[in-house]
């Protein structure tokens, strides 16, 4: 089955600068890569997601670049916000069918 | 759309018990997931179903726990007995056929003491 590894565990940066999250996964048919964003205490929500036809996808200050050779992908966050403190999770997917999510990564924005 | 909805939101329960957790998908979505997230563990697939039927339950942890989906908008997580070691948040996320987004649910917090 799939297996999805994450990177960093923990991410502490100061308000303004850039948050980088590199994920892994070993399943060559996996086509469908989102990222969610989970607050404390709430549900996880997608916040963007890439497929494989793509190699790189932005929606406003968030960016996601997929290599399908390394099999890695990674999310980019540009001038963070105290607001984009939170854990993100990545996720790899083969098709239509189950989701394997990475082991999440708290980020701290420090104002 | 109300979205996932998922109940009890709190449930605190002695070990021994049956816990029965509740799950609406959203209307006309098609693919319902259970997972449990811990911080040991993360977030966990433990079943899927595809149109009412169970496609994949190899994450389910032991006998202990069920899982149903009786119709399209209904289902239930079933664990008996409950051992303090099944704390945990729930969740269930929804989507829809040939759609790749699931949208969860508000998750539903067990305690087990």
């Known amino acids: 089955g799939e297996n999805v590894e994450q990177h960093p565990s923990t991410l502490s940066v100061q308000e303004g600068d850039s948050a980088v999250i590199k994920c892994t996964y070993s399943d060559s048919a996996s086509n469908y890569f989102p990222w969610y964003k989970q607050e404390l205490g709430k549900r996880p929500q997608l916040i963007i997601d890439?497929?494989?036809?793509?190699g790189e996808k932005k929606d406003q200050r968030i960016a996601v670049t997929l290599n399908k050779t390394a099999k890695h992908f990674s999310l980019h966050i540009t001038e963070t916000q105290p607001e984009d403190s939170a854990v993100y999770f990545c996720?790899?997917?083969?098709?239509?069918?189950?989701?394997?999510f990475g082991t999440g990564t708290k980020l701290q924005v420090i104002p | 759309d109300a979205g996932v909805i998922q109940s009890p939101r709190h449930e605190v329960t002695e070990m021994g018990q049956e816990v029965t957790l509740r799950c609406k998908p959203i209307s006309g979505h098609n693919s319902l997931f259970w997972y449990r997230q811990t911080m040991m563990r993360g977030l966990e697939l433990l079943i899927y179903?595809?149109?009412?039927?169970?496609?994949?339950d190899s994450g389910m942890p032991e006998d202990r726990f069920s899982a149903k989906m009786p119709n399209a908008s209904f289902s239930t997580l079933k664990i008996q007995p409950s051992e303090p070691r099944d704390s945990a948040v729930y969740f269930c996320?929804?989507?829809?056929?040939?759609?790749?987004?699931?949208?969860f649910g508000p998750g539903t917090r067990l305690t087990v003491t």
């Open positions: 179903f595809n149109n009412n039927v169970p496609i994949d």
């Open positions: 996720a790899a997917s083969p098709r239509y069918q189950k989701v394997t």
């Open positions: 996320a929804t989507k829809g056929d040939g759609q790749y987004e699931q949208y």
């Open positions: 890439i497929r494989s036809n793509v």
